[in-house]
């Protein structure tokens, strides 16, 4: 057993046991703790925490840099990357990016040398990676819908937007799911249990007519042993970036604002209004209880009742 396959034990024992404390609807986000942490900025997304460094980590997509805040220090650039997008730590602190300008998932090393993991599927470029999850054993489960392509077309190899997994070790990559029309955000539940997938809908560039107008949505599949993918829910929430607390509630960011979805059916809990239309978000801080907040130019935070899922 290693030793994230042990916290996820205690983890499940702690949900098992405090499931009724989980805070009520109305005190998902704490009254009055909105900040505005940065504005001007070109496209943000793809929030990470780095909580050996007091450090939050995203993109500025048009901008192809990642950018780094801190409480002392703001916003500074943190590094010149090809338009990323979503970001995540592996389990050894390793940051894992998706670049849509180079088609890939790499990965940070500790010497800051940069390390291709995949760039394709079935001899064919991804269209452009866009986020990433992280299971218990460390296999990478992340989207690739043609966002990063231009036109959403030009030079495209692949016919589906699909949902894959990716054995680190080995370097395999399985596509798990072709579901959805436009996967977007990516999450896993925090016993690892469940894969939460975002779907922003039709586009007309998709290769199959029938996707050009399919409706978005939150999809909440349920992970068989051999890492096969059983739909448990689907709800017609068109949305962006994902994440889950330690109740596993589900928080995705709308054109009406930032959602939080029970887990159990994905009915809506509550809805958090903010400046501008949210792209990604993430939790951090010293206790897990900040989300931080990615809308388009700018960054924001938010003080929350439970903190983020591990």
Request: net charge negative.
């Amino acid at each position: 057993m290693n030793p994230f396959q042990a916290v996820s034990i205690a983890l499940g024992l702690a949900l098992s046991s405090s499931c009724s404390t989980a805070p009520a609807a109305d005190e998902v986000f704490v009254e009055g703790s909105m900040q505005t942490l940065a504005t001007g900025l070109g496209f943000t997304e793809g929030p990470v925490w780095i909580a050996m460094e007091d450090r939050l980590v995203f993109s500025d997509i048009p901008a192809a840099r990642l950018m780094s805040w801190t409480e002392g220090g703001g916003v500074t650039v943190f590094r010149e990357s090809p338009n990323p997008n979503g970001n995540l730590l592996d389990h050894d602190g390793r940051l894992l990016t998706c670049r849509h300008g180079a088609r890939d998932v790499v990965r940070t090393e500790p010497d800051g040398s940069i390390t291709v993991l995949a760039s394709g599927w079935d001899g064919r470029r991804f269209n452009s990676p866009n986020d990433i999850a992280v299971d218990i054993d460390g296999n990478l489960w992340f989207t690739d819908p043609p966002w990063g392509l231009p036109g959403q077309r030009e030079g495209r190899e692949l016919d589906e937007n699909g949902v894959y997994r990716l054995d680190v070790p080995t370097g395999e990559v399985t596509q798990v799911s072709t579901l959805h029309a436009m996967p977007n955000g990516i999450a896993l539940s925090p016993l690892g249990d469940f894969l939460y997938v975002t779907d922003t809908g039709g586009h007309p560039s998709h290769p199959d007519e029938a996707k050009r107008t399919s409706a978005g949505n939150v999809t909440c599949y349920a992970i068989g042993a051999d890492s096969s993918l059983e739909v448990r829910w689907q709800v017609p929430v068109i949305s962006d970036g994902i994440t889950l607390d330690e109740f596993g509630r589900v928080y995705t960011t709308t054109g009406e604002g930032l959602v939080v979805l029970d887990p159990a059916d994905g009915q809506v809990l509550t809805t958090l209004e903010l400046p501008e239309q949210p792209a990604n978000c993430c939790f951090g801080g010293p206790s897990r209880r900040t989300l931080f907040i990615t809308a388009r130019t700018g960054l924001y935070s938010v003080r929350t009742g439970a903190a983020g899922a591990r």
